[in-house]
C-alpha cells in the first residue's frame, strides 16, 4: 500500500513538474509575441507571414484535441476497429478544406470567415449571423475541452473518490484545473494575439506528437514491431475476439429481429461521417487559420502539412488504442474511466513499469499527462481566438462602428472580448462539469457542417445567392442542429443522455443530427436565396476573381 502510495506521489511530482515546464516555456512564448504584435493584422492573421510548415503544425495544434488524443485511443480500447472510424472521418475531412475552402478563402476574405460571407452582401445581418454561429460553435468546444480538462486532471492526479491532493478532492481538482486552462488561454489570446497563439500551438503539437510516439514506439518494441501479434492479443484481451477488429460494435449494429432500429443505427453511422467530413472545413478556429499565411499557395501548403502530421498522429492513436487493449485490458481501463479517456494514460505507465519500473512508469505517465494537457491548451486557445476575432472585427467594427474603428480599438476590443470569452466558459465549464462532452462536441461539428459550410460555399460558388439566403441558412442551419441534438437520444431517453432516461423528448432517432441538419441548412439557404430578389453578379464577378485567381487579395487583406 506505501508502494503504491510512493508511486501515486511520484508521479504527481513528475506530472506537476513537467506540465509547470511546459506553461513556463508557452508563458514566455507568448510575452515574446506581445512585443511583436503592433496592429490588426498581427492580432488577428499573426502578421499573415508564418510558413507552410508552421501554420500546418498550428493547424494540427488546433485539430489534435485531447479528444482525439485520449478520446479515440479509449474508444479503439474498448471498441476496436469501431474507434478507428472517428480518425478516419477527422482524416477526410481535410481533402474538403483542401479541394474547396483553403485557396478561396485566403484569397478572399481578411480575418474571419464573415469577411467572404459578406463580401457582396449587406454587411450587417450576414456579419451578425456569422458571429452567432461562430460563438455557438466555439462555446459548445470549448465547454468540451475545458470539462475533460477537469475530469481529466483529477484522474491524471490520481484523485479518486474520497481521496485528497493538496487539501483538494476530486471535484475541486476539476474545477481548479478548468480555471487554470482558462486562466492560460486568455493570456495567450490576449497578451500574444495570433501570433502567441500560433507559436504556442506549434510547441504544443511538438509536444502532443513527441509522446504519442515515444509511447507508440515503446508498444511496438514491447512486441517486436509485429503488428499481427500486437493486433492478435488485443482481441484476445478484449474478450470480443475476432469481433474486435470488424465493424458493427458500436456504429452500425445490427440488431436481431428489429430492422427498423438496425436501419437507424447505419444512418446514425453516416450521419456522423458527414458532421465530421463537413463540420471540420466549417469550424472557426480552422478556417481562421487560412488567414496566417502570405498567399493561398502557402495556406494550401499549410493544409499539406496539416494532413501529413494529422494522419501520422491518428496512425499513432491505432497503435495506443490497439496497445491498450492488448497490454492493460479492457477491465482495467473501466474500471479507471467507463469511457476509456484513460486508456493511454494507463498504457503508459504499465509499459514503463515493464522497461524499468515504478520510476519509469511514472516518467511515462507524466510525459503522456503534459502531452494531454498540451492538447487541451491548444485546442482552446484556437477557439478563443476565432471567437474573438469575431466579436471585434465583425461585430464590433462592422455591425456597431459601420467599419470606421481603427485598429487599435478593433484589437482593445479583442483582448476585452478574450477576457470576456474566457471568464464566461470557465464559469459555464464549471457548472457543466456533469454534461455529457460527447453531445457538446456532436453539437458543435453538427453546427459547424449546417449553418457554416453550405453557406460559405454557396457565396464562393453562386452567383444568385444573396444576403437573405444567408441569414437564413446560417440560422436555419443553426436551429436545426441545435434543435434535432435536444430531440436525439444524445439528449434524453437513454442512461447515458443529458437529462438520462427520466425524461424522454427523444423523437428524433439519430444520435448525430447531421444526416438531417445539413440538407435543412442548405435548404434554407436556397429558400431565403430565392425568395429574395436582391442580386449583385458585379459583386460576385469579383469575389470569384478574388478566390479563384488571388487577384486583389492584397486589398481584401488591408494592405
Known amino acids: 500500500m506505501n508502494l503504491l502510495a510512493h508511486q501515486t506521489e511520484t508521479g504527481r511530482t513528475l506530472t506537476l513538474v513537467l506540465f509547470t515546464l511546459m506553461v513556463a516555456a508557452t508563458v514566455m512564448i507568448t510575452l515574446w509575441a506581445r512585443n511583436h504584435t503592433r496592429d490588426a493584422t498581427d492580432f488577428h492573421s499573426g502578421g499573415r507571414g508564418f510558413k507552410s510548415w508552421q501554420n500546418g503544425f498550428a493547424i494540427a495544434s488546433d485539430y489534435m484535441s485531447a479528444a482525439s488524443f485520449l478520446g479515440i485511443a479509449g474508444i479503439i480500447a474498448l471498441s476496436g476497429y469501431d474507434g ?17 475552402v483553403a485557396e478561396s478563402l485566403r484569397n478572399s476574405g481578411r480575418f474571419t470567415m464573415a469577411d467572404v460571407l459578406s463580401f457582396r452582401m449587406r454587411q450587417r445581418p450576414v456579419r451578425t449571423a456569422a458571429a452567432v454561429s461562430t460563438l455557438s460553435v466555439s462555446v459548445f468546444y ?5 470539462v475533460g480538462a477537469g475530469a481529466l486532471i483529477a484522474l491524471l492526479l490520481g484523485i479518486k473518490e474520497g481521496d485528497t491532493f493538496l487539501g483538494m478532492d476530486a471535484a475541486a481538482a476539476g474545477n481548479v484545473g478548468i480555471v487554470v486552462v482558462g486562466l492560460l488561454m486568455i493570456v495567450y489570446v490576449a497578451l500574444g494575439g495570433m501570433k502567441g497563439t500560433t507559436w504556442v ?9 513527441g509522446g504519442a510516439a515515444l509511447l507508440a514506439l515503446l508498444v511496438l518494441t514491447e512486441y517486436g514491431f509485429n503488428v499481427s501479434n500486437l493486433l492478435g492479443d488485443a482481441a484476445e484481451a478484449s474478450g470480443i475476439d475476432a469481433g474486435f477488429l470488424q465493424p ?11 430492422p427498423l432500429q438496425t436501419m437507424w443505427n ?13 463540420g471540420t472545413a466549417g469550424l472557426p478556429h480552422i478556417l481562421i487559420r487560412f488567414y496566417t499565411v502570405p498567399d493561398a499557395k502557402t495556406a494550401r501548403k499549410s493544409i499539406n502539412w496539416g494532413i501529413g502530421i494529422i494522419g501520422s498522429f491518428y496512425l499513432l492513436t ?11 485490458g479492457a477491465r482495467a481501463i473501466t474500471a479507471q474511466n467507463a469511457a476509456g479517456n484513460t486508456a493511454a494514460p494507463q498504457l503508459a505507465q504499465v509499459v514503463g513499469d515493464d522497461i524499468g519500473g515504478s520510476t519509469v512508469g511514472a516518467v511515462m505517465l507524466a510525459v503522456i499527462a503534459s502531452a494531454a494537457f498540451a492538447a487541451i491548451l491548444s485546442t482552446v486557445a484556437g477557439l478563443v481566438i476565432a471567437s474573438s476575432s469575431s466579436l471585434a472585427h465583425d461585430l464590433y467594427n462592422n455591425v456597431i462602428r459601420g467599419g470606421t474603428a481603427t485598429d487599435r480599438e478593433e484589437v482593445v476590443v479583442a483582448k476585452i472580448a478574450a477576457i470576456g470569452v474566457g471568464v464566461v466558459s470557465i464559469v459555464l465549464a464549471i457548472f457543466a462539469q456533469n454534461l455529457n462532452v460527447a453531445f457538446l462536441v456532436a453539437l458543435a461539428f453538427a453546427i459547424a457542417a449546417s449553418a457554416n459550410l453550405p453557406t460559405l460555399l454557396l457565396s464562393l460558388f453562386w452567383r444568385r445567392f444573396n444576403t437573405a439566403g444567408a441569414v437564413a441558412g446560417i440560422y436555419g442551419g443553426l436551429v436545426a442542429a441545435i434543435g434535432l441534438v435536444v430531440c436525439s437520444p444524445v439528449f434524453s431517453g437513454s442512461p447515458d443522455s443529458l437529462l438520462g432516461e427520466g425524461i424522454d423528448i427523444a423523437w428524433f432517432p439519430l444520435s448525430n443530427p447531421g444526416l438531417a441538419s445539413i440538407p435543412l441548412g442548405l435548404l434554407c439557404a436556397v429558400v431565403g436565396t430565392m425568395l429574395s430578389p436582391e442580386s449583385e453578379p458585379g459583386r460576385f464577378a469579383t469575389l470569384q476573381v478574388r478566390a479563384l485567381t488571388g487577384a486583389g487579395s492584397e486589398r481584401a487583406a488591408g494592405h
Do not use: C, R, T
Not at 201 to 209: E, S
Not at 248 to 258: F, L, M, P, R, T
Not at 266 to 278: F, M, N
Not at 318 to 328: M, S
Open 201 to 209: 500551438q506549434i510547441f504544443q503539437a511538438v509536444v502532443l506528437l
Open 248 to 258: 458493427g460494435q458500436i456504429y452500425g449494429v445490427e440488431v436481431a429481429g428489429d
Open 84 to 100: 478507428f472510424l472517428y480518425s478516419i472521418g477527422f482524416l477526410v475531412a481535410w481533402l474538403v478544406a483542401l479541394l474547396l
Open 266 to 278: 447505419k444512418l446514425d453511422l453516416i450521419s456522423l461521417g458527414l458532421a465530421l467530413v463537413l
Open 142 to 146: 470549448l465547454l468540451a475541452q475545458m
Open 318 to 328: 491505432l497503435v495506443l488504442g490497439f496497445g491498450a487493449a492488448a497490454i492493460v
